[in-house]
C-alpha cells in the first residue's frame, strides 16, 4: 500500500523543475502511509480513496496541496490560500529542497493532521449560490428575459456560481454588461461559463 506507483513515476520523470523537490515530497508522502495516485496529472496521495494532499509545481515554487485544507490548525501558520475565492484547499510552498528537509517533521504533522480530518468525516462549508452577489447588470436581465431566468436556474449551482463571480468581477458596469450580454447566448443553451 505504502509503494510508489508505476502511473506516478512519469510525472517525476517529466519534471524540468523541482525534481529533487519532488523526490522528497514524494518519500514524505509514501512514509506517512497514504496512497499514491495520478489525478489531474499530478501525484495525488489518498487514504482509502478521499483525495489527502497532492504535490505540484508552479514557476516560482513547488507546493503540497491538501484538499481541506481550511479545516487545518496550521499552528506553524505556512498554510497558503491560493487565491481568495479558493474555499477549501490550502498550499505549503517551498523553493528549495533543503526547505523541505528542515520542514519535513511540520510537513508530517500537517499530513498526518489531514489524515485525521478525513477519518472523522469533516467537510468544509463552501459557499452556496445564495451566498454569491447577482450583480445589478445580469439581475436586470434576469427579471426582462424569462427565458434567460429559467435557464440559469437550470443551470448546476456550480456553474451558477461560476458565472455570478465573473459577471461580478469588473469594478465597471459597463464592463460588468459586456460580460452579462457576452454569455446570455451560453447560458441559454445550458452551457456554464468553460463549457
Not at 501558520?77 to 528537509?101: A, K, M, P
Not at 499530513?111 to 452556496?128: F, M, R
Amino acid at each position: 500500500m505504502n509503494r510508489m506507483n508505476p502511473k506516478v513515476d512519469f510525472f517525476f520523470n517529466k519534471a524540468k523543475q523541482w525534481q529533487e523537490e519532488y523526490e522528497k515530497l514524494r518519500m514524505i508522502m509514501l512514509d506517512c502511509g497514504l496512497t499514491e495516485e495520478l489525478k489531474w496529472g499530478c501525484p495525488c496521495y489518498t487514504l482509502n480513496k478521499q483525495n489527502i494532499v497532492l504535490i505540484h509545481g508552479f514557476k516560482e515554487y513547488c507546493a503540497l496541496l491538501f484538499f481541506k485544507g481550511a479545516l487545518l490548525n496550521d499552528a506553524n501558520g505556512i498554510l497558503i490560500q491560493q487565491t481568495e475565492n479558493v474555499q477549501s484547499g490550502r498550499q505549503i510552498r517551498f523553493t528549495n529542497v533543503l526547505e523541505i528537509v528542515e520542514m519535513e517533521p511540520i510537513v508530517k504533522a500537517y499530513i498526518y493532521e489531514a489524515i485525521e480530518v478525513e477519518k472523522a468525516g469533516l467537510k468544509v462549508a463552501l459557499k452556496t449560490t445564495a451566498d454569491f452577489t447577482v450583480p445589478e447588470e445580469f439581475q436586470s436581465k434576469l427579471d426582462r428575459i424569462p427565458a434567460l431566468k429559467t435557464a440559469f436556474e437550470a443551470l448546476t449551482p456550480g456553474r451558477q456560481r461560476g458565472y455570478l463571480f465573473y459577471f461580478s468581477q469588473p469594478k465597471q458596469s459597463r464592463t460588468r454588461d459586456a460580460r452579462v450580454e457576452k454569455y446570455i447566448p451560453q447560458i441559454l443553451d445550458g452551457k456554464g461559463l468553460d463549457d
